[in-house]
Structures are given as C-alpha cells and as structure tokens.
C-alpha cells in the first residue's frame, strides 16, 4: 500500500506527512484504521493484494513499458535522456513519440578479434558506486539491436586487435598496441591521510613481532617480520603488480577472525580486478570470473580431497599465460599475474602440501576480541583507502623489508614458513604417500610417457632406498595399502597383460635438486619377475593443461621426426636413382663403342 498523494490535500508523500499534515489531525482514527484493515484501497491509501497479482506489480511502479514510466516521471525527464532496463531513451519532440538513443548504446559496444563485448555499469555490491563489467555479446544478438549498419559502425569506432591483460594502477590504459586491456581501472585517488582501521586489521592477521631465521641462499641470519612482510606483499601489488607472491593461506578453526575482511579490504582497493570464489568454481572448467585476475580469494577453503586441484592453483600462481573460457564459448588467452588467498576454518587438511613445498605462506589468524570488533569495518575501510594507498605508493625501496626478489615467488621460502605450514604438513599425508605421489607424478613430467608401471615391491624399494625416499619402515603392505587407495581414485589399475610367463614392472631413478626443487628422472630397467604391477596414465596425474602441453609438444616431435626420416629416405631414393642412372649410361657407352677421352673409372669417379 501507499498514500495516495495525487488525491489528498497538500499531496502528502508517505504515512508521517499524512499525519503531520494540519488537514488531517481530527482524521488520525481514521487514517490508522483504513491503513491496518485488510479492505480494498480507500480514501487515504491505494492496496494491491500481490497474492497472485505479481503481474500487476510493474504496473504499479510505471515499469510495465517505456512510455508508461516516461508519462509518470517526464515532468522530471523532459526531454533528458534517460535509462529504463539498461537501454537508453529520449523523448523526441519532432515525432512526438520516445526513442531509443541508439548511439548511446553502440558506444558501449567494442568488437575485439572477432568478438564484440558490452561494457556496462552495474551498481557496486562493495561499497558506493558502479563497477565496469564487459559481457560478450553474440554477432546476432548484436545485429538484431542496430542491424549491419550498427556493426559496422562500431567495428569502425572501436576494433582491437586482441585482448591483452596489463595491470596498471599508477598508469592505467584502457588499450595498448590497439589491444583492449581487460584489466580494470582503479578508481580510487591516493590521498595523504589516516589509516587506523586497515592498520588495526594488518597487526591483527600479521603479528608485527621481529624473530630470525637462516637463508640458505645467502648463508646467514636475517631479521623477519610477518607484518612487514604483509606491508610488502601489498605494496607490490600496488606498484608491481605482475610480480610473482606466495599462496597467501589465512587458517583458522574458530570464526569472527578477519579473514574475511581481509579479502574485503583487496576487493574494495582493486574491483572487479579481484574476485571472491567459491570450490566449486576454482574446480570448474569455466573460469571467467577467475582468468587475468589480479587476486582470487577463496573463501572457505577445502581442496584436500583431489590433489590435481592443489596442482592446479599452484600451476595458475607461476604460468604467464592463462585461458579465459566461457560457458559456450571460445577461450581468450591472456597474460596470467595472479594471486591466490585461501581462507578456511581447517587449519590442518584444507589443501594438500608437503615440506619442500615453497608456494604458499601459511597465517594462523587468532579470534577478533569484543573490545577489538568493529562495527561497518567495510565503510571505515572506504575512508581511508585514498590515505593507505598514498602510503603504499610513497613506500620507497629502503622502506621494504624485501627490497629486491629472493626467488621468483619473491620471499625466500624461509621467510613463509609459519608454525602453521608446519602442522599443515605434519597433518598431511604421510611420508611414504606424500612419496609415492610426487615421485609418479615427476617421472611422468621427466619421462612424458603416457603410462608407466610400478608394483608394490618396487615403490617399497624406491621409498626405502638411502638415495631416493629415505623413509624408514617402509615394507610392501604399507605401499599395496596407497595402491589400493589411488586405485578407488582413480589414480591405477592392475595391469592384466602378460609377457610370457611373468609380470613387467618399471624402474626409474630420479635426483632432487634442493635449489630448483625439481626431480631429474631417469629411466633405469624394465624389470621381468613375478609381480602384479599397477599402470599409471599421465592423464590422471598431470592437470589437464599441463598433460594436453606434453602431448602437443610430443605429436609435434614426433611430426618433425618423420617428416625428418622422410626427407632422408627421398634423399636416398635420389641418390640411388642417379647411380642408376650413371650404370645405365657407363653400359650404354661400352655397348656402342664410344669412347670420349674419359675412362670409366674417371666416371665413377666424378659420380
């Protein structure tokens, strides 16, 4: 219901000016009881039952059509343009009738290779304002809203060549090389200023305390600080943001911690540059709301239960290109930076690691206290943004803790290895597990072979050898128990053929370096005994993007291979062809007694 304003005396707008109006005191007794009755509309109020009557609704507000939402407001419009369900209108004077401003619309349209895109406004879920966001649009539904002359024109205003990913915050482009920047602007402006409530939540997350640790690297003892290196971590995001930083991992078992809040704060600096996901969508093969993102946060984190999808975020932190693919659609392929936060309440088993692992930097975050709890934290982060990101982009070299990269994920794995990442890791699988994983998984990316062969006595040696594994009580049952395990993943089988009257297993030898981190396979023997040994198929093993690479590579090799023995084969039939050729002409001459001065050595010679 609402007061029916056009009707009424002194055109009241809502409850409290019907009842503040003079007119009406001695009608108070009446306004209340019309308003609370379940009756049809009345003098003071109009009613809509909306029980089966949703249809009417539109009606109602003046949004069933265009012209009905013009003849409300157009006191107000005139003859403005205006915007009714995302398609922009004028009112023409001449013809007296409403049109659709087609030119407005086309300039939101880019045609892109061969794609066209809708650049439009959607109010911000984060905050006040709106969020550029583009949306592929089909060449027909295209054609259908301005017909061939449309495209046409906007093929002429604003063609690209391609896409191209280059983030920008201090100098932003919307195009380089007439390629279109996916990448968003940032339309915060950097101002002098506090910033209590961002710093509160810093210290709170990153303990601001000093301790030292050894790197190896350069052989001493250094100073560390997690809040400096938090500090650092966002400043090259600021001013670096195409540097390669570890899988940030905010772990707590208990709620109200602020790790939330953290992924707020990112999302309300960088936009749409950031994106918040969910499981399902890092394990989806559509991954446009993720690809060419600056950082993707993963809220309530649980990845343990596949380890490919442990390969594969940390494949996505290191690879410089990445695929956009849509729903329908072909792929975009465009420069990859990005970032990785995980958040999850299993500090233990929320994601699959082990101790060499270098990649991800691992936070135990403690429970906010009451005292420390602060209410709209989201709106105080809004006010003083402008004044961290002037800091962050003040902070000269001498200010960082890590003034120049110590490896390609910036900070030496010494400094991101928390008391957290070790009980991740001591939680995790157990060493002979962890093992046999990592060792099929390098000989498949060292041996690119598409299958390989292991029984249990085997991996039972490899595991226990000084050289390899070094895992002590490791026996046959212990390796037969993971086989089967990896069996119901899916992971092998029992290999059923047979060569004669025994078994075939396979033996490889590998090195670990300790500086790459990076198994150098080499294949030793395969094995004749009798044994039951399982298969492993590298498209079980390796991500999918990775294993498609190997194969692509290796049917190329092998393409160039026999175009190689090709070419040497026409070559010898050559050859042999003209050897042929020269007998037949040295037989030739001895049958009809010509003699030119040249032996027939002196021919053979020369041939």
Same mark, same amino acid.
């Given at each position: 219901s609402y007061t029916n304003s056009d009707t009424l005396h002194g055109e009241p707008k809502g409850i409290d000016d019907l009842l503040n109006e003079p007119y009406y005191t001695d009608k108070h007794e009446d306004i209340v009881k019309e308003?609370?009755?379940?009756?049809?509309?009345?003098?003071?109020?109009?009613?809509? !039952?909306?029980?089966?009557? *949703?249809?009417?609704? !539109?009606?109602?507000?003046?949004?069933?059509? %265009?012209?009905?939402?013009?003849? $409300?407001?157009?006191?107000?419009?005139?003859?403005?343009?205006?915007?009714?369900?995302?398609?922009?209108?004028?009112?023409?004077?001449?013809t007296n009738s409403i049109d659709q401003d087609v030119?407005?619309?086309i300039d939101r349209y880019y045609h892109v290779g061969d794609k066209f895109l809708y650049k439009d406004e959607r109010p911000s879920i984060r905050g006040e304002g709106y969020e550029e966001v583009l949306i592929p649009r089909s060449r027909t539904t295209v054609n259908d809203f301005f017909g061939p002359d449309g495209i046409k024109e906007i093929i002429k205003k604003r063609h690209f060549i391609d896409f191209i990913n280059k983030p920008g915050h201090l100098d932003y482009h919307e195009s380089y090389a007439n390629h279109y920047n996916l990448y968003k602007r940032i339309l915060w402006k950097p101002a002098p200023g506090e910033w209590p409530t961002i710093d509160g939540m810093l210290?709170?997350?990153?303990?601001?305390?000093?301790?030292?640790?050894? *790197?190896?690297?350069?052989?001493?003892? %250094?100073?560390? !600080?997690?809040?400096?290196?938090?500090?650092?971590? *966002?400043? *090259?995001?600021?001013?670096?943001?195409?540097?390669?930083?570890?899988?940030?991992?905010? %772990?707590?078992?208990? $709620?109200?911690?602020?790790?939330?809040?953290?992924?707020?704060?990112?999302?309300?600096?960088?936009?749409? !540059?950031?994106?918040?996901?969910?499981?399902?969508?890092?394990?989806?093969e559509f991954n446009s709301l993720l690809a060419g993102k600056l950082v993707v946060g993963v809220d309530e984190t649980a990845l343990a239960d596949n380890d490919q999808f442990t390969e594969k975020i940390k494949m996505w932190t290191t690879q410089k290109y990445m695929n956009i693919q849509y729903k329908g659609q072909d792929f975009i392929r465009v420069e990859n930076f990005m970032k990785l936060i995980l958040c999850s309440n299993n500090e233990s088993s929320f994601i699959y690691t082990d101790s060499q692992e270098v990649r991800f930097w691992v936070i135990k975050v403690e429970p906010i206290t009451e005292k420390e709890r602060i209410p709209n934290i989201l709106e105080k982060f809004y006010e003083e943004i402008p004044a961290f990101l002037y800091f962050l982009s003040s902070r000269t070299k001498d200010q960082w803790l890590v003034t120049e990269a110590e490896t390609r994920m910036w900070f030496a794995p010494e400094r991101t290895k928390t008391a957290a990442f070790d009980k991740l890791v001591a939680d995790s699988r157990s060493k002979l597990e962890k093992f046999i994983r990592a060792h099929i998984v390098n000989v498949f990316r060292e041996t690119q072979q598409d299958s390989i062969y292991y029984d249990s006595v085997t991996l039972a040696y490899l595991a226990a050898d000084k050289d390899r594994g070094k895992i002590k009580d490791t026996d046959e049952s212990k390796t037969l128990k993971i086989l089967k395990a990896l069996a119901k993943e899916g992971k092998c089988a029992v290999e059923l053929s047979k060569a004669g009257s025994s078994w075939y297993a396979e033996m490889y030898d590998y090195d670990f370096d300790e500086q790459t981190h990076l198994f150098n396979g080499t294949y030793i023997s395969r094995i004749? $005994?009798?044994? $039951?040994p399982n298969r492993f198929d590298m498209k079980d093993w390796l991500p999918e993007a990775e294993y498609k690479a190997i194969k692509a590579e290796r049917d190329a090799n092998r393409k160039m291979a026999e175009d190689a023995e090709a070419e040497i084969k026409a070559r010898e039939e050559y050859i042999r062809r003209q050897h042929e050729d020269t007998q037949t002409s040295i037989a030739t001459e001895q049958s009809s007694g010509a003699d030119d001065g040249n032996s027939l050595d002196d021919k053979e010679a020369a041939f």
């Open positions: 308003l609370i009755e379940d009756k049809d509309p009345g003098k003071f109020f109009f009613k809509l !039952n909306l029980k089966g009557q *949703l249809k009417n609704l !539109n009606e109602v507000f003046h949004l069933d059509s %265009v012209q009905h939402f013009y003849d $409300r407001w157009k006191m107000v419009i005139m003859s403005y343009k205006f915007k009714y369900f995302d398609t922009i209108y004028r009112w023409n004077e001449k030119m407005e619309q210290h709170h997350i990153f303990p601001d305390v000093d301790y030292e640790i050894f *790197l190896a690297r350069e052989g001493k003892k %250094v100073m560390n !600080n997690l809040y400096k290196m938090a500090l650092d971590y *966002l400043t *090259l995001l600021w001013q670096k943001p195409m540097e390669m930083l570890p899988i940030l991992c905010l %772990v707590s078992e208990e $709620r109200m911690t602020g790790k939330t809040s953290f992924l707020d704060l990112l999302q309300a600096i960088f936009g749409e !540059n950031v994106s918040i996901a969910d499981n399902s969508q890092i394990k989806s004749k $005994r009798k044994c $039951r």
